[in-house]
């Protein structure tokens, strides 16, 4: 089964319904990329991005919710995605790009064979991207040769192993891996080390909890009170609720979940630059 078959697999269930909105796989594609051109998740994205980088090249493109979102917002977006699907791939970015006159450049390749020149691109982004990279050093490798000096890597929600050993658990929980069986994850210090060795410097690696980009579609305020509830069996609720609302506070908390946080899969994110 191939990745368009296994989404509309998932779609005859009637338990995976959410999972099928939180994930933007809807049947109506402008609905999906609307939502999530306005989501939390993306417009954190975009508060990471200095405003005069404009060419962006979108990795992994799927079915184009990114390249639609930098597009209505005026980025120059060439969108890479190798499935040639009408549904979850290239055609259903053309299919965007003709329905609503947005200029975005769509090819079909794969991310370790980057078909541009060198130093052609300010962004570098992916989505949940890295974790399916059949050579993940060589895939970042060509992320650094085609971006411009200066310019910035966003690669968010990959997922995340404490050792190797724990694939075997992730991939089992996963919905739709025993439908096509492409999804992998990787240890963090490996993402790091790819990252880093091929010239990019990494700036910045969030944590499970410490945006809303890696644990969507928890809201951000949704997450504040779940870390609310939490706090409020330890010293009350009344107490909790003042103590939520202090940043200081509310990162600790996160920070410590995240450091005791062992689910195999779990997400993270990564920012870095070409220096």
Request: with cysteine; glycine share 6%.
């Given at each position: 089964?191939?990745?368009?078959?296994?989404?509309?697999?998932?779609?005859?269930?009637?338990?995976?319904?959410?999972?099928?909105?939180?994930?933007?796989?809807?049947?109506?594609?402008?609905?999906?990329?609307?939502?999530?051109?306005?989501?939390?998740?993306?417009?954190?994205?975009?508060?990471?991005?200095?405003?005069?980088?404009?060419?962006?090249?979108?990795?992994?493109?799927?079915?184009?919710?990114?390249?639609y979102g930098?597009?209505?917002?005026?980025?120059?977006?060439?969108?890479?995605?190798?499935?040639?699907?009408?549904?979850?791939?290239?055609?259903?970015?053309?299919?965007?790009?003709?329905?609503?006159?947005?200029?975005?450049?769509?090819?079909?390749?794969?991310?370790?064979?980057?078909?541009?020149?060198?130093?052609?691109?300010?962004?570098?982004?992916?989505?949940?991207?890295?974790?399916?990279?059949?050579d993940l050093?060589?895939?970042?490798?060509?992320?650094?040769?085609?971006?411009?000096?200066?310019?910035?890597?966003?690669?968010?929600?990959?997922?995340?192993?404490?050792?190797?050993?724990?694939?075997?658990?992730?991939?089992?929980?996963?919905?739709?891996?025993?439908?096509?069986?492409?999804?992998?994850?990787?240890?963090?210090?490996?993402?790091?080390?790819?990252?880093?060795?091929?010239?990019?410097?990494?700036?910045?690696?969030?944590?499970?909890?410490?945006?809303?980009?890696?644990?969507?579609?928890?809201t951000k305020?949704?997450?504040?009170?779940?870390?609310?509830?939490?706090?409020?069996?330890?010293?009350?609720?009344?107490?909790?609720?003042?103590?939520?609302?202090?940043?200081?506070?509310?990162?600790?908390?996160?920070?410590?979940?995240?450091?005791?946080?062992?689910?195999?899969?779990?997400?993270?994110?990564?920012?870095?630059?070409?220096?």
């Amino acid at each position: 089964m191939n990745w368009e078959e296994a989404v509309k697999e998932l779609r005859k269930n009637p338990d995976k319904k959410q999972a099928i909105i939180d994930n933007y796989f809807d049947e109506d594609i402008d609905v999906s990329v609307n939502r999530f051109s306005e989501s939390e998740e993306f417009c954190e994205v975009l508060d990471f991005i200095p405003t005069h980088l404009k060419t962006i090249l979108d990795i992994g493109a799927g079915r184009g919710m990114a390249a639609y979102g930098f597009a209505k917002r005026n980025y120059q977006v060439t969108a890479l995605e190798p499935d040639p699907s009408a549904d979850v791939g290239a055609a259903a970015i053309n299919y965007l790009s003709n329905k609503h006159q947005l200029a975005i450049e769509v090819v079909e390749n794969f991310g370790e064979a980057l078909p541009f020149n060198d130093n052609s691109f300010d962004i570098v982004y992916v989505r949940q991207v890295l974790h399916h990279a059949q050579d993940l050093a060589q895939f970042c490798k060509e992320v650094y040769r085609v971006m411009k000096p200066s310019g910035i890597f966003i690669a968010t929600r990959e997922h995340v192993l404490t050792s190797e050993l724990d694939l075997k658990a992730f991939l089992a929980q996963h919905p739709l891996h025993h439908l096509y069986g492409g999804e992998h994850a990787f240890t963090l210090d490996y993402y790091k080390q790819c990252i880093g060795q091929s010239g990019l410097h990494l700036i910045k690696t969030l944590h499970p909890y410490e945006s809303v980009i890696n644990y969507a579609p928890i809201t951000k305020l949704g997450m504040r009170a779940q870390f609310q509830d939490g706090l409020s069996k330890i010293i009350g609720s009344s107490l909790a609720k003042m103590f939520i609302k202090i940043d200081f506070v509310y990162h600790l908390l996160a920070q410590v979940k995240a450091a005791n946080d062992n689910t195999p899969g779990r997400l993270y994110s990564f920012i870095a630059l070409k220096k």
